[in-house]
């Protein structure tokens, strides 16, 4: 199986689909296209490494492995144990399966869940003690996802493990942090393509400006981290090896990524993240009100904030002023260039006086609903 060719599934925001797939597309992925909840291309091994080591829109990539038709357990049961988990799996490793029935015979999950984990043990895998819950099973145990749909089984495969927000470099996390992931789409709905300076008054963990300075930089978002498909059957060390080499970070010549933020502890963290990133050169953070927030010297570009929001950090009513002070500051020092701000209120946007306008839908985040707002370059 290892040059077998799968169909591929890219985990994005519900209502970011197309930006994914806008990015896979950039890549040199086939014919990705974009469905709820995600993106589907269709590639070998290879394909699934270079999409969690390159994408950095992708929250997760799973891979999906074949399935049969079932219509009650006991078939459900044979046939598990017939499937080729070793083309897949290596025996020993720990594995957690998911269960999903719809519209089947088979309708009792759990039951389906049970089958299939025996024939999983039965091949010599390790099945992850917990609940269903990833965070309350083996945090390393491959997750394996079985769908159940009008009576046939479908298998698909986690090649993640953790979330591909996870970069491998943020060790400091702010109050209310943006993931790298959705920092990457919107900032590609904002135009960003790495041809430009990015700014961040309101920096925090330093998100968007690493984010920005890495795709600047077009270093890859998976390669200081490790993935769950580096433990699969199909992995050849030496052809990863070779894939993560293949190209190094260049600092682009001219370009600025910078951040503020009142506090001194997250510019200190956020420092030590761009560090980490290896972006120290590139990405740069200092102490700053809003009201003293001026860009750095060269070629105007995107300012980019993820402002606190009432349903996020504090009192919504205290946040007005604030949001009109960061207006009055954007349009004083900031002329020429573009904005994009996200927030859960859209009167928050509205406080701050700038011509933003919502960006496409809103975004699950955090148990929030999230918009993009941009503005183009302020007068």
């Not at 797939?21 to 950039?26: F, G, Q, T, V």
């Not at 951040?259 to 990133?277: E, F, I, K, M, T």
């Not at 020429?336 to 996200?342: E, H, K, M, P, Q």
């Given at each position: 199986?290892?040059?077998?060719?799968?169909?591929?599934?890219?985990?994005?925001?519900?209502?970011?689909?197309?930006?994914?797939?806008?990015?896979?597309?950039?890549?040199?992925?086939?014919?990705?296209?974009?469905?709820?909840?995600?993106?589907?291309?269709?590639?070998?091994?290879?394909?699934?490494?270079?999409?969690?080591?390159?994408?950095?829109?992708?929250?997760?990539?799973?891979?999906?492995?074949?399935?049969?038709?079932?219509?009650?357990?006991?078939?459900?049961?044979?046939?598990?144990?017939?499937?080729?988990?070793?083309?897949?799996?290596r025996p020993g490793e720990t594995v957690r399966v998911d269960v999903v029935c719809r519209r089947s015979k088979i309708y009792h999950a759990g039951a389906a869940k049970q089958r299939i984990e025996t024939a999983l043990e039965a091949f010599g895998a390790v099945i992850a003690q917990g609940g269903d819950e990833a965070d309350k099973a083996d945090a390393t145990a491959i997750a394996i996802k079985a769908r159940i749909e009008d009576n046939e089984v479908i298998f698909s495969l986690d090649s993640s493990g953790a979330p591909l927000h996870r970069r491998g470099t943020k060790q400091f996390v702010g109050k209310a942090p943006m993931r790298e992931t959705l920092a990457a789409l919107f900032l590609r709905a904002c135009g960003y393509e790495g041809r430009e300076p990015v700014y961040d008054p309101m920096c925090g963990s330093g998100t968007f400006v690493i984010e920005a300075a890495a795709i600047a930089a077009q270093a890859r978002s998976g390669a200081r981290r490790d993935f769950a498909f580096e433990r699969l059957a199909s992995?050849?060390?030496?052809?990863?090896?070779?894939?993560?080499?293949?190209?190094?970070?260049?600092?682009?010549?001219?370009?600025?990524?910078?951040?503020?933020?009142?506090?001194?502890?997250?510019?200190?963290?956020?420092?030590?993240?761009?560090?980490?990133?290896g972006l120290e050169d590139l990405a740069t953070f200092h102490h700053a009100a809003v009201s003293d927030a001026a860009p750095p010297e060269g070629p105007k570009?995107?300012?980019?904030?993820?402002?606190?929001?009432?349903?996020?950090?504090?009192?919504?009513?205290?946040?007005?002023?604030?949001?009109?002070?960061?207006?009055?500051?954007?349009?004083?020092?900031?002329?020429?260039?573009?904005?994009?701000?996200?927030?859960?209120?859209?009167?928050?946007?509205?406080?701050?006086?700038?011509?933003?306008?919502?960006?496409?839908?809103?975004?699950?985040?955090?148990?929030?609903?999230?918009?993009?707002?941009t503005a183009p370059p302020l007068d």
């Open positions: 199986m290892t040059d077998s060719i799968f169909e591929i599934f890219l985990q994005a925001p519900p209502g970011l689909e197309r930006l994914l797939a806008d990015e896979a597309r950039e890549k040199g992925f086939a014919d990705p296209a974009p469905v709820p909840g995600g993106v589907t291309t269709r590639g070998g091994w290879e394909e699934v490494w270079r999409a969690n080591l390159e994408l950095r829109g992708a929250g997760r990539v799973l891979v999906r492995l074949g399935g049969f038709m079932a219509f009650h357990l006991a078939q459900l049961d044979k046939r598990a144990r017939k499937f080729p988990w070793s083309d897949v799996l992995f050849d060390p030496a052809r990863w090896q070779r894939m993560r080499d293949a190209t190094t970070p260049a600092i682009p010549e001219g370009l600025r990524f910078a951040g503020s933020d009142r506090d001194a502890g997250a510019v200190a963290g956020a420092a030590a993240n761009a560090a980490r990133a570009g995107l300012v980019m904030i993820n402002p606190p929001y009432g349903g996020r950090i504090g009192n919504k009513k205290l946040l007005y002023g604030l949001h009109a002070a960061l207006g009055e500051t954007l349009r004083r020092n900031f002329k020429g260039w573009r904005v994009g701000l996200v927030t859960s209120e859209p009167g928050l946007a509205r406080a701050t006086g700038l011509p933003l306008k919502p960006w496409g839908p809103s975004v699950p985040h955090g148990g929030l609903k999230i918009t993009l707002f």
